[in-house]
């Protein structure tokens, strides 16, 4: 019997580049929340998150790959989360305007059945365009900013707001799909034939 893949997110950008890159899967929301008020860098902090994002689906799918994953924004090693509100989110594009910032994503990957799992984090760098209010208002009339770290997404209108990215373009979507496809693949979970 070949061997299913399991999406804990309710993210619909990595459902997105999951089926983008070819992957048949199924999606089961985590019932867990995101932890930011612990006391961790944003890699140990977006790791922490994706492995308890994971176990809280896996045990009543052990013979499944389970794979979840966590995305923060960085500045000047400050996380920032998800914006609770619009004014928040306008705080938080002001602060990121004209400025670079690290966008780091963590993926945990495991079959409980078989008791394996591998855990791995890309960084990615963005620097954003110097935006003025009337910017950032005409972005945010495009974007919901409120389920995007950082009130911002890549992909769509970004490059309102980007003026470039270093490093994996799907990382600061939120999943880095170079990475996970040589994982999942290592799990033997193979791109569906074209």
Do not use: W
Not at 54 to 79: C, E, M
Not at 92 to 104: F, N, Q, T
Request: aromatic fraction near 6%.
């Amino acid at each position: 019997m070949p061997l299913s893949l399991l999406l804990a997110s309710n993210s619909p950008r990595r459902r997105d580049l999951l089926a983008d890159a070819g992957f048949e899967f199924e999606t089961v929301a985590p019932r867990v929340a995101e932890k930011f008020d612990v006391d961790l860098t944003v890699r140990e902090l977006t790791a922490f998150n994706a492995i308890r994002k994971a176990l809280s689906v896996a045990p009543a799918h052990a013979g499944k790959i389970v794979l979840a994953a966590d995305t923060l924004v960085a500045l000047n090693r400050q996380i920032i989360g998800k914006p609770k509100d619009l004014g928040e989110a306008i705080a938080m594009l002001r602060r990121l305007s004209g400025r670079a910032h690290e966008v780091c994503s963590s993926v945990f990957i495991c079959r409980l059945g078989a008791a394996r799992s591998k855990s791995f984090y890309e960084i990615s760098r963005v620097r954003f365009r110097r935006l003025t209010r009337k910017n950032i208002d005409r972005y945010l009339a495009k974007v919901n900013p409120l389920d995007k770290a950082g009130a911002y997404a890549a992909q769509g209108s970004g490059e309102e707001i980007i003026e470039k990215i270093e490093g994996s373009y799907t990382n600061v979507i939120g999943l880095p799909m170079e990475k996970t496809i040589v994982a999942l693949a290592d799990f033997g979970i193979k791109l569906k034939p074209a």
